[in-house]
């Protein structure tokens, strides 16, 4: 891709809760031609996701909270089931997922596995998405959770048999594609037989 693209404008159009620009650029197709293209991105920083499972129980934390770009799309009531997650904060990713699995859920981790990393809407953000898995049990929770009020967060934390997940993915309970990839991976990997 090194010379397929030269930036030629890139205007701010708000930079309110997260930059969105307006770029033009000139992308050269594959048969050397040259194409004017304009395009909007969306940034809002890179973020991590995690799904704390309890193997021994077969079961797994989840999030519920208001969402309103989903309320605006048509969510009934804008709240989503959602893996723990959180922007990174200039810091490493397990040093945030760590963080937000304490903000949001009030459990203090201990040992995080790395699964990979993701776009999950490369058309228009750039974030990029550092995907964990972590053990919990009843030791793992110490403090309140519920999210940073202050961020207008109110995050009900939920426990569901990992079967029962699943299946509210089938009926359309849960949406997010976060939450959907993580729970896809723990049941393809056999992480909880």
Same mark, same amino acid.
């Given at each position: 891709?090194?010379?397929?693209?030269?930036?030629?404008?890139?205007?701010?159009?708000?930079?309110?809760?997260?930059?969105?620009?307006?770029?033009?650029?000139?992308?050269?197709?594959?048969?050397?031609?040259?194409?004017?293209?304009?395009?909007?991105?969306?940034?809002?920083?890179?973020?991590?996701?995690?799904?704390?499972?309890?193997?021994?129980?077969?079961?797994?934390?989840?999030?519920?909270?208001?969402?309103?770009?989903?309320?605006?799309?048509?969510?009934?009531?804008?709240?989503?089931? /959602?893996?723990? #997650?959180?922007?990174?904060?200039? $810091?490493?990713?397990? +040093? @945030?997922?760590?963080? !937000?699995?304490? =903000?949001?859920?009030?459990?203090?981790?201990?040992?995080?596995?790395?699964?990979?990393?993701?776009?999950?809407?490369?058309?228009?953000?750039?974030?990029?998405?550092?995907?964990?898995?972590? /053990?919990?049990? #009843?030791?793992?929770?110490?403090? $309140?959770?519920?999210? +940073? @009020?202050?961020?207008? !967060?109110?995050? =009900?934390?939920?426990?569901?048999?990992?079967?029962?997940?699943?299946?509210?993915?089938?009926?359309?309970?849960?949406?997010?594609?976060?939450?959907?990839?993580?729970?896809?991976?723990?049941?393809?990997?056999?992480?909880?037989?």
């Amino acid at each position: 891709m090194e010379d397929r693209v030269r930036v030629k404008e890139v205007k701010v159009l708000s930079d309110d809760w997260y930059v969105l620009k307006k770029t033009i650029f000139d992308f050269r197709r594959r048969d050397g031609s040259w194409q004017t293209i304009s395009r909007e991105t969306y940034d809002r920083g890179n973020g991590a996701t995690i799904l704390l499972y309890n193997r021994d129980r077969k079961t797994v934390l989840l999030t519920r909270q208001f969402r309103f770009p989903a309320f605006v799309n048509g969510c009934r009531n804008g709240m989503l089931i /959602e893996a723990c #997650a959180g922007l990174l904060e200039n $810091e490493r990713a397990e +040093d @945030a997922i760590r963080r !937000e699995s304490e =903000e949001e859920i009030g459990y203090i981790l201990g040992p995080v596995t790395k699964l990979f990393e993701a776009y999950m809407s490369p058309g228009s953000v750039t974030e990029k998405l550092h995907f964990f898995i972590a /053990e919990y049990d #009843a030791s793992s929770k110490r403090v $309140e959770g519920g999210g +940073d @009020a202050n961020h207008g !967060e109110e995050i =009900e934390v939920l426990e569901f048999d990992l079967d029962e997940a699943l299946q509210m993915i089938d009926i359309g309970e849960i949406q997010d594609g976060k939450t959907i990839m993580l729970l896809q991976y723990v049941k393809l990997k056999r992480i909880i037989d």
